[in-house]
């Protein structure tokens, strides 16, 4: 699996495009904005989107979604249905953040924990980690050992659990039982920020001791 990080948003929300070089099939996941930016990098690599991904349903995530969605006429795919609580409120997220308004919208399809995705030959195994929003996922391929963690996991931190609907038991309870028990040298792929390991969070990131 090849993992293009393409950073999005004025939050620098790190959108992924996911591609199978066997097929050149790929997927879109988490398209928080700059459209443009993310359609040029699917032209650039010469692939064939087949469908957006979401791990969670805050705007700089999301806010691009249906118009990618529909411009590459794409289902969308997750995240797990709990998050319909920020999915069904993108209007005042955007009134929040200073974001242009942006509609409400559901999924093609919500996920569940242990569900597969395939991407071309790729098999992403869906990890449910609540406790940053109440339906976030994680995308996992064993085989490659890449794991994208929206804003579960990051570089030495985890995700704020602040927000309406937040637990930091919860989130930390899922990071220690579904993610640090994944093989050490699996690469993260998080929200922000740069790549990091599970080994290296495991024995060095604060929030998790």
């Not at 087949?50 to 795919?77: M, N, R, Y």
């Not at 919500?110 to 990890?127: A, D, M, Q, R, S």
Request: negative net charge.
């Amino acid at each position: 699996m090849k993992i293009i990080v393409i950073p999005v948003t004025p939050y620098e929300q790190n959108c992924s495009l996911i591609i199978c070089e066997a097929t050149k099939k790929a997927a879109v996941v988490d398209p928080g904005g700059n459209i443009e930016r993310i359609l040029a990098m699917v032209k650039k690599h010469d692939v064939s989107v087949d469908k957006v991904l979401l791990t969670h349903g805050h705007l700089d995530h999301v806010g691009g979604t249906e118009a990618i969605a529909k411009q590459l006429d794409v289902p969308i795919i997750g995240p797990e249905k709990e998050d319909d609580f920020w999915l069904s409120q993108l209007e005042a997220q955007s009134q929040r953040f200073g974001f242009p308004l942006h509609t409400s919208f559901s999924p093609t399809t919500w996920l569940k924990e242990g569900e597969v995705v395939e991407v071309g030959n790729i098999k992403l195994k869906v990890l449910h980690i609540p406790g940053h929003t109440p339906g976030h996922i994680a995308l996992l391929d064993e085989q490659s050992k890449q794991v994208i963690v929206g804003d579960i996991l990051f570089n030495g931190g985890i995700g704020r659990s602040d927000f309406p609907r937040g637990d930091q038991f919860q989130l930390v309870s899922g990071i220690k039982n579904k993610l640090l028990t994944l093989d050490p040298d699996t690469l993260v792929y998080p929200g922000h920020g740069p790549t990091t390991t599970i080994g290296r969070e495991k024995m060095s990131n604060p929030f998790l001791r």
